[in-house]
């Protein structure tokens, strides 16, 4: 079955740095890839979308990279602000029928 | 502001009872989901729905877990008999058009 890692521990990063988060998985690629934010007990929210096709796309401060060799996908979140402070998920479908398997979250927290 | 509603958003039961969570999708939207978050395993499909027919439930176990769909406007969820190894909290979410979903804020289920 497929197996996705994402940073092993919790980002701290400083106010207008960007942060960097990695999601890779193990087995199959995914028709498609995606990004989610989720704060403290709340639900998931969606960000971004990549096709196993897209080398890159973005999102205002957000970009995502897919490289479908290396079996991974980067989240860079740009000149990063206090507000950009949760836990981000990245989730695939392997079909694009919103069978979606889900890695563990890396938590970031921006510093003032 | 249209969102997905659960109730109830906490729940506390006694192992061998039943439980029922309830979700109300977000009106228009024709595929509904549930998913379950735990600190071990993370964020896992369980089943979902579209125009109400179960597509997929091979994530949710059979023999104590049951969804249905008894009108567009309400999902179920339920447990019976319960145990405390179901703990977790329980989201819903909802979809009109691939690949954004919405979800619910979500039931904290502690069985004890």
């Known amino acids: 079955s497929q197996k996705i890692e994402q940073n092993s521990e919790a980002l701290n990063i400083q106010e207008g740095k960007t942060a960097t988060l990695t999601c890779n998985y193990t087995n199959y690629s995914p028709a498609y890839l995606q990004w989610y934010r989720q704060d403290p007990g709340r639900g998931p929210v969606f960000l971004l979308l990549?096709?196993?096709?897209?080398k890159e796309k973005r999102k205002e401060r957000l970009k995502v990279t897919f490289d479908t060799t290396l079996k991974q996908s980067l989240f860079h979140i740009t000149a990063s602000q206090p507000a950009d402070s949760a836990t981000y998920l990245c989730?695939?479908?392997?079909?694009?029928?919103?069978?979606?398997?889900f890695g563990a979250g890396t938590t970031v927290t921006v510093r003032a | 502001d249209a969102r997905v509603t659960q109730t109830p958003r906490h729940k506390v039961t006694e192992m061998g009872q039943e439980v029922t969570m309830r979700c109300q999708p977000i009106l228009g939207h024709n595929t509904v989901f549930w998913y379950r978050q735990t600190m071990m395993q993370g964020l896992e499909l369980l089943a979902y729905f579209r125009n109400r027919a179960p597509l997929d439930d091979s994530g949710m176990p059979k023999d104590r877990f049951s969804a249905e769909m008894p009108d567009a406007t309400l999902a179920t969820l339920k447990i019976q008999p319960s145990e405390p190894r179901d703990s977790a909290v329980y989201f819903c979410?909802?979809?009109?058009?691939?690949?954004?979903?919405?979800f619910g804020p979500g039931t904290r289920l502690t069985v004890t």
């Open positions: 979410a909802s979809a009109s058009s691939y690949p954004e979903q919405y």
């Open positions: 990549i096709r196993e096709n897209e």
């Open positions: 989730a695939l479908d392997e079909r694009g029928d919103y069978k979606l398997s």
